[in-house]
């Protein structure tokens, strides 16, 4: 398997302008998680999902942030408008909930995304 | 919710010592201990996990131990190597909250040679 898989992977824009994160998680995993890694803040977890369904949307910082789930094979994070305390690494991660226990998350190379 | 605290922000180690990273957590809840290894510039990738129905698990190097009772797990990291100098993050999950992961805040561990 070729695991979670982001895109891009580097990201530099000016404030004001939409950016877009992509997903692919591991085949067959039927939860998916957005994190936000900074410094200050460590590993925040934005948004997740499970069978393409939002099931806790909390850490999203603001409604400038929005994520979708459209099918199984993809997610997006979206911010629109951009700002430059937004500049953090996203992390996509997938797991599965097999023999209803909980399971290590995967997670994908991450986006550096800098907002100037 | 839980809420997971992790120590030493900062540790560091000569070569070939032990390393150990202890967390706490909250809600009596929590099943599911993973850690987490993020070398500089990575992702996270899980180097160990226990569950609260064993007290303690080992892979070569490394180890976990659960203490219930306390509600706090550690990480043991023998004979350590300079390829061991990461940021470790530990991690709780309850069994009805659909794999959501708490994570503590981080150590970051240097091994000097």
């Known amino acids: 398997d070729a695991g979670v898989i982001q895109s891009p992977r580097h990201e530099v824009t000016e404030m004001g302008q939409e950016v877009t994160l992509r997903c692919k998680p591991i085949?067959?995993?039927?939860?998916l998680f957005w994190y936000r890694q900074t410094m200050m803040r460590g590993l925040e977890l934005l948004i997740y999902f499970n069978n393409n369904v939002p099931i806790d949307d909390s850490g999203m910082p603001e409604d400038r942030f929005s994520a979708k789930m459209p099918n199984a094979s993809f997610s997006t994070l979206k911010i629109q408008p951009s700002e430059p305390r937004d500049s953090a690494v996203y992390f996509c991660?997938?797991?599965?909930?097999?023999?209803?226990?909980?399971?290590?998350?995967?997670f994908g190379d991450g986006t550096r995304l800098s907002i100037l | 919710g839980e809420n997971v605290e992790q120590h030493p922000s900062t540790l560091s180690v000569q070569e070939g010592d032990s390393a150990v990273i202890k967390c706490t957590y909250s809600?009596?809840?929590?099943?599911?201990f993973p850690w987490y290894k993020q070398e500089l510039g990575k992702r996270p990738q899980l180097i160990i996990d226990?569950?609260?129905?064993?007290g303690e698990k080992k892979d070569q190097r490394i180890a976990v131990t659960l203490n219930k009772t306390a509600k706090h797990f550690s990480l043991h990291i023998t004979e350590t190597q300079p390829e061991d100098s990461a940021v470790y993050f530990c991690a709780a999950s309850m069994r009805y909250n659909f794999n959501k992961f708490y994570f503590g805040s981080g150590t970051k561990l240097n091994v000097k040679p």
């Open positions: 809600d009596s809840a929590s099943n599911y």
């Open positions: 226990i569950r609260s129905n064993v």
């Open positions: 991660a997938s797991s599965s909930r097999a023999s209803r226990s909980n399971q290590p998350q995967h």
């Open positions: 085949s067959g995993h039927d939860y």
